[in-house]
């Protein structure tokens, strides 16, 4: 089982950018999709970006497109999450799971990290 650490967020402005990163352990992380879910206040989980084994398909939702950049590196078994002009909206905690786009909100995942856009 791929055991999964989420780190990088904290409290920007709006229009601004961080980079979350999910450190993976275990061998088999070069062998299982993975994605970034995020839950909102008082809001269920949400799924945002998924990526296949070998970065060739990326899935975004809507809200995220054209903003959100999702990276992985198996050989340092890590991923990533760019997000670009981040808004008030995208304020919650980012999780990433070791599972593809159907079962991202279900999978097992790290503790998390929050992500606040305030001004």
């Known amino acids: 089982e791929v055991q999964l650490v989420e780190s990088g967020g904290g409290l920007v402005q709006p229009g601004g950018s961080l980079t979350l990163s999910c450190a993976a352990s275990?061998?088999?992380?070069?062998?299982?999709?993975m994605s970034w879910v995020r839950q909102a206040p008082g809001k269920g989980l949400e799924w945002v970006s998924s990526?296949?084994?070998?970065?060739?398909?990326?899935y975004y939702a809507d809200s995220v497109k054209g903003r959100f950049t999702i990276s992985r590196d198996n050989a340092k078994n890590t991923g990533t999450l760019q997000m670009n002009n981040l808004q008030p909206e995208d304020t919650a905690v980012y999780y990433c799971?070791?599972?593809?786009?159907?079962?991202?909100?279900?999978?097992?995942r790290g503790q998390g990290t929050q992500v606040t856009v305030s001004s």
């Open positions: 799971a070791a599972a593809g786009p159907t079962l991202a909100t279900t999978a097992s």
């Open positions: 275990g061998n088999t992380f070069s062998s299982v999709e």
């Open positions: 990526i296949n084994r070998d970065s060739s398909i990326l």
